[in-house]
C-alpha cells in the first residue's frame, strides 16, 4: 500500500533551469501543507542544491544519466512507496513511468511537459532529440495525468505527440512565491543599477541556441546608438563563448555584462528598466511571469507557445516577431519610455504558487482519474 501523504518529485538533477525552480517551489509549498516530500534525482548536483529546503528529503540515485537511474528508481519505488511521482523533462518522464510499471506499486505517476515538442525536435541536433515524439508517445499513454505549463503546450501535446485529451492538464508553473517577492528585496550592490545609471536591459536564462540571445544583443546594439543604455544577460551555458564574441564584434564591451548564474536574479529583475525575452520557443517562459510580477515592463518574442498566453496577446508587454532585431529594438524603446501596461493582479493570479497547489493537490492526491 502507498503511502496517502507522501509524494516523490523526479528530475535528473537540480541544473538551472525552470523546471527545477519549479519544482523546488513545489516541494515548498506541499511541505508546508504537511505532505512528506522527497526530491528524487538521476545525480545530486546542480547550482539549486542550496536551495532546497531542509524539511524535503533529497534521494540521489548517483546515475551517470537519466535512463541509467531506472534499476535505482525501481528500488525507490518498491521501498518509500510514495503515493504519487511527479516527473519533468522527457527522458526523466520516460524513466518515471517505466520504473512505476516494472516496480508494480500503485504509486500514481503523473508527469510534466516544460517545452513546445515540435519546436525542440524541428531545432534537434542529434538524432534521438529527433525521434522524441516516436519514443516518448507511447509511454505518455501510460501516465495516470499528463501536465502541460501552457495552453501551447496541451494543444501540442494532443495533436502532435498524440497523447490522448482526457490524459492532458494544463496548470501552470507556480511562479509567483511569497520568496519571489521577499529575494526581490534583498540589496543589490552593482553599479550599473544605482540612482541615475542609465536603464538596463535584462535577459536571464541559459546561454542556448533556443534562448536566442545573438538578436538581444544586435537589438540592444541599435537601442544603444539612439540612447545610453546597459544590456546584462544572466545565466550560464555552451553558447557564451559566441555572444562574447558577438558583443566584442558590435564593439559593446562596456555595455554588456554575461556575469553567469545567478542564484537569485529577483533584484536584478525588479531594479531593470526592461526584461527581455529573445526566445525561438518556450513552454511557459518562468522569467517572463517572474518579471510581470515585479513590476518590470516586459518585451518577448511571440514564439511557441508561452510569451503570447502570458502576456495576453501583448496587453501587457510587447510581443515581437522572432528573430526580428529592428522591431525587439523598438519594443525595447517603447518600454524604457514606460509605454506599456503593466500586470494586475487579476493577469498574475494563475501563476501563484496557491493556484498551481491546489491544482496539483487535486491531480496527484485527490479524486481525479
Not at 291 to 299: E, F, H, N, Q, S
Request: net charge positive; aromatic share 6%.
Amino acid at each position: 500500500m502507498a503511502h496517502p501523504e507522501r509524494l516523490a518529485l523526479y528530475l535528473p538533477s537540480l541544473a538551472g533551469g525552470g523546471a527545477q525552480r519549479v519544482f523546488l517551489h513545489l516541494a515548498k509549498g506541499f511541505v508546508h501543507r504537511g505532505y512528506e516530500v522527497h526530491l528524487v534525482l538521476a545525480r545530486a548536483e546542480g547550482p539549486y542544491l542550496p536551495q532546497i529546503p531542509h524539511e524535503v528529503r533529497v534521494v540521489d540515485l548517483h546515475a551517470p544519466r537519466v535512463l541509467a537511474s531506472l534499476p535505482g528508481l525501481v528500488r525507490y519505488l518498491r521501498r518509500e512507496r510514495p503515493f504519487a511521482l511527479l516527473s519533468a523533462l522527457d527522458h526523466a518522464n520516460t524513466v518515471a513511468i517505466c520504473a512505476r510499471s516494472i516496480a508494480r506499486v500503485p504509486t500514481r505517476v503523473v508527469v510534466t511537459v516544460h517545452s513546445t515538442p515540435s519546436q525542440v525536435v524541428a531545432h534537434a541536433r542529434t538524432l534521438p532529440a529527433r525521434l522524441l515524439p516516436l519514443w516518448t508517445r507511447p509511454f505518455y499513454r501510460w501516465a495516470h495525468a499528463v501536465v502541460a505549463v501552457s495552453q501551447g503546450v496541451a494543444d501540442e501535446l494532443v495533436r502532435y505527440m498524440g497523447v490522448p485529451a482526457q490524459k492532458v492538464r494544463m496548470i501552470y508553473n507556480p511562479i509567483i512565491t511569497p520568496d519571489l517577492l521577499r529575494k526581490a528585496e534583498e540589496p543589490l550592490d552593482h553599479p550599473w543599477f544605482r540612482d541615475g545609471e542609465p536603464p538596463v536591459v535584462l535577459g536571464a536564462g541559459r546561454l542556448t541556441a533556443p534562448k536566442d540571445f545573438p538578436t538581444l544583443i544586435r537589438a540592444f546594439a541599435i537601442v544603444r546608438q539612439q540612447r545610453p543604455a546597459r544590456l546584462m544577460i544572466l545565466g550560464e551555458g555552451e553558447e557564451r563563448p559566441a555572444l562574447s564574441a558577438l558583443v566584442q564584434e558590435l564593439g559593446l564591451e562596456e555595455d554588456v555584462s554575461l556575469p553567469g548564474f545567478m542564484q537569485n536574479p529577483s533584484p536584478y529583475m525588479k531594479r531593470a528598466g526592461v526584461f527581455v525575452l529573445s526566445s525561438r520557443w518556450e513552454g511557459l517562459p518562468t522569467v517572463l511571469i517572474e518579471a510581470l510580477a515585479l513590476g518590470t515592463p516586459v518585451v518577448a518574442t511571440n514564439c511557441p507557445s508561452g510569451p503570447a498566453e502570458a502576456l495576453k496577446g501583448g496587453q501587457i508587454g510587447a510581443l515581437v516577431n522572432v528573430g526580428d532585431v529592428r522591431a525587439l529594438a523598438e519594443a525595447i524603446q517603447s518600454a524604457i519610455d514606460g509605454k506599456l501596461r503593466p500586470a494586475s493582479q487579476e493577469d498574475l493570479a494563475p501563476y501563484t504558487l496557491e493556484y498551481a497547489l491546489e491544482r496539483y493537490a487535486h491531480l496527484l492526491f485527490g479524486t481525479e482519474t
